[in-house]
């Protein structure tokens, strides 16, 4: 599956109403049949950079008439000072995923450079491995960059903060780290939180 990822830097007291187009942005992509997900999430790190997951079948994605209609209304009354940047895009390929999707309060998302067969990934696995039984845990999808073979990125959804942050500073997650420093010449993942605020569909590979 396909994945087109956008972040978006947005001018401060325009946050409800960029929030509200999104969430209906989403909800329109829902009646494309190559749909299969979307997430919609704050940064934790200020009050106004934001990320959008859009999940599709396969990445030739099309517009019957009446969603290009809507989207061209959509861009169409965009506030011309919605944003202090451009959004970033990029675009991954779904790998890995297990778990219930949707309903999730938290996101920690991993950016990862690890090599397909290193002892790397191999940790990658039996972190995988651990988040199974992790309580509060929701869903896991893993993503490689596409322009980058080693290139990664780690979602984990969870049903809230604490729930992720009691995972993470357990004792069996400083040792993971520890062993992962010695085997990742390209440095340790950067982690980025996120409030969910938005849901919709199924990852899950089909």
Not at 137 to 144: D, G, H, N, P, T
Request: proline share 4%; hydrophobic share 35%; charged share 25%.
């Amino acid at each position: 599956m396909f994945l087109f990822q956008e972040t978006y830097y947005v001018t401060p007291g325009l946050q409800d109403v960029i929030d509200q187009r999104v969430r209906s942005l989403h909800e329109n992509h829902a009646f494309n049949p190559k749909f299969m997900a979307t997430d919609w999430m704050k940064y934790l790190g200020d009050e106004t950079t934001y990320l959008a997951f859009r999940l599709w079948r396969d990445q030739d994605v099309t517009y019957d008439e009446a969603q290009t209609a809507w989207m061209a209304e959509y861009n169409r009354t965009r506030p011309p000072d919605a944003f202090t940047a451009p959004p970033d895009i990029e675009y991954f390929w779904q790998i890995h995923q297990f778990g219930k999707g949707g309903g999730a309060g938290f996101l920690v998302c991993a950016d990862l450079r690890i090599g397909g067969g290193s002892p790397a990934m191999t940790l990658e696995d039996e972190l995988r491995e651990q988040l199974r039984d992790a309580e509060g845990f929701q869903e896991y999808r893993l993503y490689r960059f596409m322009g980058g073979e080693n290139r990664f990125m780690r979602t984990e959804f969870w049903q809230d903060q604490a729930s992720a942050t009691a995972f993470w500073r357990h004792e069996d997650r400083r040792e993971y780290m520890s062993r992962l420093t010695l085997v990742s010449p390209r440095g340790v993942p950067r982690m980025r939180h996120y409030a969910v605020l938005h849901q919709l569909g199924d990852a899950s590979v089909t």
